[in-house]
């Protein structure tokens, strides 16, 4: 008789423990299939909100993730896996986790901070976690700067949100400065009106704000000019380039010179006095 009733307990308890990984699998199942639609309908929302496609491929994936890692959860609690051990145990794989990979997490959330908030974007020229460059692609765990000189520096993006972000393009005009020597014997006056008709000659230069010429400073060998105007980004070096070229050559038709370094040197004639303070 107490075999018969050990038996029907186990049985009972198969039965019951068979039903539970059912449910558990049906869960699972079910489950992904909405936490797929949820996290689609969610991509697609976004989408229509003109959020940025790197942080919508990023969201969507996440909120995937979370979704099924509640679900397994679920489904194991179903199945009769006692709850607080396995609470315990993710806890404890979670922050072996993070701790291993802290350096990639905080590059992660750079990443979406970046995204978000856009500092720069593709085609920018910036100073970025000490490299200068061309913004050419944002990721989540770095950004591709192309250089100068067209190579390509990988930037970690924590570096970056660790840094100052110096953004070259953001308002679309920029300031250059030249500085411009002439002749102490030269005429001021004259110089800074050649000056200012190439400004006017060059369509490149902005009205507002208005491009300066001023006296900058008395130097040993020049009478320094500062010479300040404003483009559009993307014309800055060539219009500085050209400008500084059609202000030597001006200047060279005119007749004002741009000096040189140089010394004077006064040469006294005379004997010199030998070892005993007598004229040689």
Do not use: C
């Amino acid at each position: 008789m107490p075999d018969l009733l050990a038996r029907i307990h186990f049985s009972e308890n198969a039965t019951r423990l068979g039903i539970n990984i059912l449910v558990a699998l049906l869960i699972l199942l079910i489950g992904t299939w909405l936490a797929a639609r949820v996290a689609n309908l969610v991509q697609r929302a976004m989408q229509r909100a003109s959020v940025d496609a790197t942080l919508i491929g990023f969201l969507r994936n996440l909120l995937y993730g979370v979704l099924v890692a509640v679900l397994v959860v679920s489904a194991l609690i179903t199945a009769g896996v006692p709850s607080a051990p396995l609470v315990a145990a993710l806890g404890a794989s979670g922050l072996a986790i993070g701790l291993a990979l802290q350096g990639s997490l905080s590059n992660l959330a750079w990443g979406v901070l970046l995204i978000v908030f856009r500092p720069f974007r593709a085609g920018d020229f910036v100073h970025a976690g000490g490299v200068d460059g061309t913004v050419e692609t944002v990721n989540l765990m770095y950004t591709l700067l192309v250089l100068p000189d067209n190579r390509e520096a990988i930037v970690p993006n924590a570096k970056i949100g660790s840094d100052a972000i110096i953004n070259a393009n953001r308002r679309g005009t920029r300031r250059f400065e030249l500085k411009v020597g002439i002749g102490y014997k030269d005429d001021i006056g004259q110089a800074i009106g050649e000056v200012e008709r190439l400004f006017a000659a060059d369509s490149r230069i902005l009205d507002e704000p208005p491009p300066s010429v001023v006296t900058g400073t008395l130097a040993e060998s020049s009478v320094d000019l500062i010479i300040r105007a404003w483009t559009r980004s993307e014309d800055l070096w060539a219009t500085q380039t050209e400008l500084l070229r059609s202000i030597k050559e001006r200047f060279a038709d005119v007749g004002i010179s741009i000096p040189y370094p140089q010394r004077e040197l006064t040469v006294v004639q005379g004997a010199l006095a030998d070892g005993s303070g007598k004229a040689g």
